[in-house]
């Protein structure tokens, strides 16, 4: 199994996502034969005990987790899940078991973070972005630094932020002119538009020509407003499997090591998470 590290803020946290490796695929689903491995080659690679991973919700829930806590069997005996639907999950740095946060991610972008006396990753679609689609109108990047805060004093002096692996606006984007949804794309930009720069078009099929979308600088802005400070980015664009929008000009059949759903025909068959390829994304 291939990972890709980014060690950030001066080696206080490693971040891992799972890279394409034909030799020895990654499974991300429960029932893939091939998932105990995977979660298990992770721990090895790590040097931890045991994964913790949210149950996804596409919402504004924030779930803290320690040992010992009621979780839901993941599938294997190294993983633990949360009993709530939640995106953004909290960790103790110190526990008597060495542990690590992990998602299974397709193409929406991860954000970590890291304080003295927690870490964690909040799993960031753009619906948990978009303050009308949240409970009390709070997106999850206000909502993580709002929990931390009131529940373990962080301070954001000393609280440090990684955004990184997910969707770009080379190829994320919403069709403004779709018979259907236009008029409802239009209005989500229209309240994302005070963290966000229009006017550019997707650049990839099979998005290109739509109003692009760029998750990172939405999410680097909420944070910023919210009150982080010291935040550090990796924009890989996994729906471009990795490449840059000039190697894709170039030639279009090229296969980058990153995966991807939206780009799912160029990803490993071997890979698939409910039809889509997706890897296993964690922090510690």
């Given at each position: 199994?291939?990972?890709?590290?980014?060690?950030?803020?001066?080696?206080?946290?490693?971040?891992?996502?799972?890279?394409?490796?034909?030799?020895?695929?990654?499974?991300?689903?429960?029932?893939?034969?091939?998932?105990?491995?995977?979660?298990?080659?992770?721990?090895?690679?790590?040097?931890?005990?045991?994964?913790?991973?949210?149950?996804?919700?596409?919402?504004?829930?924030?779930?803290?987790?320690?040992?010992?806590?009621?979780?839901?069997?993941?599938?294997?005996?190294?993983?633990?899940?949360?009993?709530?639907?939640?995106?953004?999950?909290?960790?103790?740095?110190?526990?008597?078991?060495?542990?690590?946060?992990?998602?299974?991610?397709?193409?929406?972008?991860?954000?970590?973070?890291?304080?003295?006396?927690?870490?964690?990753?909040?799993?960031?679609?753009?619906?948990?972005?978009?303050?009308?689609?949240q409970e009390n109108r709070v997106p999850v990047t206000f909502a993580i630094v709002d929990h931390i805060r009131k529940h373990y004093d962080a301070d954001m002096v000393n609280t440090y932020w990684a955004v990184a692996y997910g969707a770009g606006p080379e190829s994320f984007g919403y069709d403004l002119n779709h018979p259907k949804f236009g008029a409802a794309?239009?209005?989500?930009?229209?309240?994302?538009?005070?963290?966000?720069?229009?006017?550019?078009?997707?650049?990839?099929?099979?998005?290109?020509?739509?109003?692009?979308?760029?998750?990172?600088?939405?999410?680097?802005?909420?944070?910023?407003?919210?009150?982080?400070?010291?935040?550090?980015?990796?924009?890989?664009?996994?729906?471009?499997?990795?490449?840059?929008?000039?190697?894709?000009?170039?030639?279009?059949?090229?296969?980058?090591?990153?995966?991807?759903?939206?780009?799912?025909?160029?990803?490993?068959?071997?890979?698939?998470?409910?039809?889509?390829?997706?890897?296993?994304?964690?922090?510690?």
């Amino acid at each position: 199994m291939k990972l890709r590290s980014n060690t950030w803020h001066e080696g206080r946290f490693k971040t891992y996502m799972t890279i394409r490796d034909r030799e020895n695929p990654v499974s991300v689903h429960p029932a893939h034969p091939r998932f105990k491995d995977s979660v298990e080659n992770i721990c090895s690679t790590l040097g931890v005990d045991y994964l913790v991973a949210q149950q996804l919700g596409f919402n504004n829930k924030v779930s803290d987790f320690h040992l010992g806590d009621e979780a839901v069997d993941g599938g294997v005996e190294r993983l633990l899940r949360t009993k709530e639907k939640t995106e953004a999950l909290v960790l103790p740095r110190k526990s008597e078991h060495e542990h690590a946060g992990v998602v299974m991610n397709a193409d929406c972008i991860i954000i970590y973070f890291w304080h003295e006396k927690v870490f964690g990753l909040v799993h960031a679609p753009i619906a948990s972005l978009d303050p009308d689609k949240q409970e009390n109108r709070v997106p999850v990047t206000f909502a993580i630094v709002d929990h931390i805060r009131k529940h373990y004093d962080a301070d954001m002096v000393n609280t440090y932020w990684a955004v990184a692996y997910g969707a770009g606006p080379e190829s994320f984007g919403y069709d403004l002119n779709h018979p259907k949804f236009g008029a409802a794309n239009q209005a989500m930009l229209e309240r994302l538009a005070p963290w966000h720069t229009s006017g550019r078009e997707v650049l990839f099929a099979p998005r290109k020509g739509w109003a692009a979308i760029d998750q990172y600088e939405i999410i680097e802005r909420q944070l910023r407003e919210a009150g982080a400070q010291h935040i550090e980015m990796d924009r890989t664009d996994t729906s471009s499997l990795g490449l840059t929008p000039a190697q894709m000009e170039e030639d279009p059949t090229l296969e980058g090591d990153c995966f991807s759903n939206i780009r799912s025909g160029m990803a490993d068959r071997d890979c698939k998470w409910n039809s889509r390829n997706a890897s296993l994304i964690a922090s510690c």
